[in-house]
């Protein structure tokens, strides 16, 4: 073997995974040894084994950015009173399908449903693990239960929920063919009509909740739909998709089905909740893709805690999103005062007003001013430091407007206030580190260039 040759074999999977594990302590070893075998077999070179480990596990992240449900930070945050309390009841062994005052086996959400049953009366709760599951479900089971094949959709409610998922598409699965009724713009009631009379139907109605259609526009009530559905004897489902606690409790009778999220504006973990009119609930839990669908015993938790925490009206203390809505100017103000109270060397921090979202595919077009700061540093650009920061510990996502880094402070949770406090601090202390290393390696004028002052300011 040539000495080149030998110069180019590739490290052992040890070594790889020695030089992986000094940057990345927290991650398994088990990964790290995976992910050293793959470098090790197409080894192009230690440049391309200090970016091999660019997915990070799930981390804490403090989020700046304006928009309440942020779908890419897990949409509703859960708070750490409510964590507790579930993991105190769920740390073991737990009673999720026992009766324990018969001793027989028992129903994983008869506590939950009652709950829910006794706020909206004229329904049955079902539980599914997210609202495509709700929508299928319902359709499978309208499916397997009438001699239906079509569903009547307004064509300005054909709509594409996040991840590139088509809501027609996902009714297909079912079996159903789609009658698309109206245009984009304009769907009257009259539409319904003409295509029921034509051929017996299932009537849809889907909320779009992550766009808004304004102009020369006309849509119908969904409760316009109901004396249509009964008059025809054909089902009738709305997707509401999401909704908050005072609208659920304020649904109207009528609706054969009405699906919706329970992470979003309902402040929950991820899950789906159908809310059936008997006979179809029973209907629903014999369909085969029940179980598939079903919602696991943490989340099951969770929920149990966040209905109790609204029935009781403690879903301030309790529910996230509940807390950041709450939030008063007062309070904001006080946020305010404590940053500017603060000292920093090498940042200038201003207050400032910003327009908050709800965002996560909840009601569009909503928004609303609040108090925020805008950071800069003569040091770094912008894009720069909305990288420190968003890779610093703890993470702290933020956005840009007019070259300064904006970060509103309603979406910072009580319990986060320190960290995000913290986080700014050291972000100070970085840029006091870097400016320290310019002048350590800062050179006479006349044997510098551009180019090198450059590279200087980019160093560590």
């Given at each position: 073997m040539s000495q080149k040759e030998v110069k180019n074999l590739p490290p052992s999977v040890q070594k790889i995974v020695e030089f992986l594990k000094a940057d990345n302590p927290e991650i398994a070893a088990s990964v790290l040894k995976s992910r050293a075998r793959e470098l090790q077999e197409n080894w192009t070179g230690w440049g391309a084994a200090t970016h091999a480990l660019k997915s990070e596990p799930i981390k804490k992240v403090i989020n700046t950015t304006g928009i309440l449900l942020h779908t890419n930070l897990g949409r509703a945050p859960l708070g750490n009173q409510l964590l507790e309390k579930v993991f105190k009841k769920m740390n073991g062994y737990s009673n999720l399908e026992l009766d324990l005052n018969t001793g027989k086996r028992g129903s994983r959400t008869s506590y939950l449903d009652a709950v829910v049953e006794s706020l909206i009366p004229h329904y049955s709760p079902i539980w599914v693990n997210n609202n495509a599951a709700g929508v299928l479900l319902v359709l499978s089971t309208i499916k397997k239960a009438t001699t239906l094949q079509?569903?009547?959709?307004?064509?300005?409610?054909?709509?594409?929920?996040?991840?590139?998922?088509?809501?027609?598409?996902?009714?297909?699965?079912?079996?159903?063919?789609?009658?698309?009724?109206?245009?984009?713009?304009?769907?009257?009631?009259?539409?319904?009509?003409?295509?029921?009379?034509?051929?017996?139907?299932?009537?849809?109605?889907?909320?779009?909740?992550?766009?808004?259609?304004?102009?020369?526009?006309?849509?119908?009530?969904?409760?316009?739909?109901?004396?249509?559905?009964?008059?025809?004897?054909?089902?009738?489902?709305?997707?509401?998709?999401?909704?908050?606690?005072?609208?659920?409790?304020?649904?109207?009778?009528?609706?054969?089905?009405?699906?919706?999220?329970?992470?979003?504006?309902?402040?929950?973990?991820?899950?789906?909740?159908?809310?059936?009119?008997?006979?179809?609930?029973?209907?629903?839990?014999?369909?085969?893709?029940?179980?598939?669908?079903?919602?696991?015993?943490?989340?099951?938790?969770?929920?149990?805690?966040?209905?109790?925490?609204?029935?009781?009206?403690?879903?301030?203390?309790?529910?996230?999103?509940?807390q950041m809505l709450a939030l008063t100017r007062n309070e904001l103000e006080s946020r305010l005062r404590v940053i500017s109270s603060m000292v920093f060397k090498n940042l200038k921090i201003m207050k400032t007003r910003a327009s908050m979202s709800f965002g996560g595919g909840s009601w569009p077009g909503e928004s609303w001013e609040s108090a925020a700061l805008e950071l800069t540093s003569p040091l770094l650009s912008t894009q720069e430091i909305t990288h420190l920061l968003r890779t610093g510990e703890p993470a702290l996502l933020t956005t840009i407007r007019d070259e300064k880094v904006l970060m509103c402070l309603q979406t910072i949770l009580n319990e986060d206030w320190d960290h995000f406090v913290l986080a700014i601090k050291r972000l100070d202390e970085k840029l006091n580190r870097l400016k320290n290393s310019e002048r350590t390696h800062a050179r006479p004028k006349s044997e510098t260039t551009q180019a090198s002052i450059e590279t200087d300011r980019s160093r560590p």
């Open positions: 079509s569903v009547i959709l307004s064509r300005g409610e054909l709509v594409e929920i996040g991840g590139g998922f088509r809501i027609p598409e996902i009714m297909k699965e079912s079996g159903f063919n789609i009658l698309e009724v109206g245009t984009t713009n304009r769907t009257r009631l009259s539409d319904y009509e003409m295509a029921v009379s034509k051929e017996p139907a299932v009537i849809g109605c889907v909320h779009p909740s992550n766009f808004v259609i304004e102009g020369f526009t006309e849509s119908v009530n969904p409760m316009d739909l109901i004396p249509l559905a009964q008059k025809r004897s054909v089902p009738l489902f709305y997707d509401v998709g999401s909704m908050s606690f005072q609208e659920l409790i304020r649904i109207p009778k009528g609706f054969d089905f009405v699906m919706l999220s329970t992470d979003k504006t309902l402040g929950g973990p991820q899950g789906g909740l159908i809310l059936a009119r008997k006979p179809w609930d029973r209907k629903l839990k014999e369909n085969p893709l029940y179980r598939a669908f079903r919602l696991d015993k943490l989340s099951l938790a969770l929920l149990e805690e966040v209905f109790g925490a609204y029935s009781n009206k403690t879903d301030r203390a309790l529910v996230p999103i509940s």
